[in-house]
T-cell receptor, first 112, second 110 residues
Framework: KQEVTQIPAALSVPEGENLVLNCSFTDSAIYNLQWFRQDPGKGLTSLLLIQSSQREQTSGRLNASLDKSSGRSTLYIAASQPGDSATYLC???????????FGAGTRLFVKA | NAGVTQTPKFRILKIGQSMTLQCTQDMNHNYMYWYRQDPGMGLKLIYYSVGAGITDKGEVPNGYNVSRSTTEDFPLRLELAAPSQTSVYFCGIGSTDTQYFGPGTRLTVL
């Protein structure tokens, strides 16, 4: 059974700091891995998607990496801003392509 | 939210009542999903559908039912509401490349 774990559960950093969020999964037979952002009381916004054949994806100040063999992904946020404060969720889609399993998320607070 | 509409936004139910959460999409995606999110937790898959007339159970299907008569609509039915079903419910659409989510329905069962 696929399980997704995110560490840390919460993180508080000063503005401008570079930071890394971690995601691990138990079954390496995945189709893809996706990082989402969720603002309080809101839905989910897709940030980056990495296919199982890829090693990383970049969008602006965000970079996500995938090491399928070790069951790990990281989301790197450069030069953090208060507007980055949100919960970041990692999700893996199983090789069947039909089921997506989410981690519990990392709550990020960037202090001005 | 990328063409996914959910109604209602909020609802309070009494134990034993029933209700249907509506989800409608206008992006013609075959895949549709229902998730629930409990406080401080990630999303858990309740049911999913890969096309009209086809549905299957996810991780936590007990106490729920779904139907998919059209590509656009994927309603989630709670027959006998229980306090354990207090949660935020998200409908999602997409494919193996990406997923889009509706704004959610916040349900409280008292």
């Amino acid at each position: 059974k696929q399980e997704v774990t995110q560490i840390p559960a919460a993180l508080s950093v000063p503005e401008g700091e570079n930071l890394v969020l971690n995601c691990s999964f138990t079954d390496s037979a995945i189709y893809n891995l996706q990082w989402f952002r969720q603002d309080p009381g809101k839905g989910l916004t897709s940030l980056l998607l990495i296919q199982s054949s890829q090693r990383e994806q970049t969008s602006g100040r965000l970079n996500a990496s995938l090491d399928k063999s070790s069951g790990r992904s990281t989301l790197y946020i450069a030069a953090s801003q208060p507007g980055d404060s949100a919960t970041y969720l990692c999700a893996v889609t199983t090789s069947g392509g039909f089921k997506t399993i989410f981690g519990a998320g990392t709550r990020l607070f960037v202090k001005a | 939210n990328a063409g996914v509409t959910q109604t209602p936004k909020f609802r309070i139910l009494k134990i034993g009542q029933s209700m249907t959460l509506q989800c409608t999409q206008d992006m013609n995606h075959n895949y549709m999903y229902w998730y629930r999110q409990d406080p401080g937790m990630g999303l858990k898959l309740i049911y999913y559908s890969v096309g009209a007339g086809i549905t299957d159970k996810g991780e936590v299907p007990n106490g729920y039912n779904v139907s998919r008569s059209t590509t656009e609509d994927f309603p989630l039915r709670l027959e006998l509401a229980a306090p354990s079903q207090t949660s935020v419910y998200f409908c999602g659409i997409g494919s193996t490349d990406t997923q889009y989510f509706g704004p959610g329905t916040r349900l409280t069962v008292l």
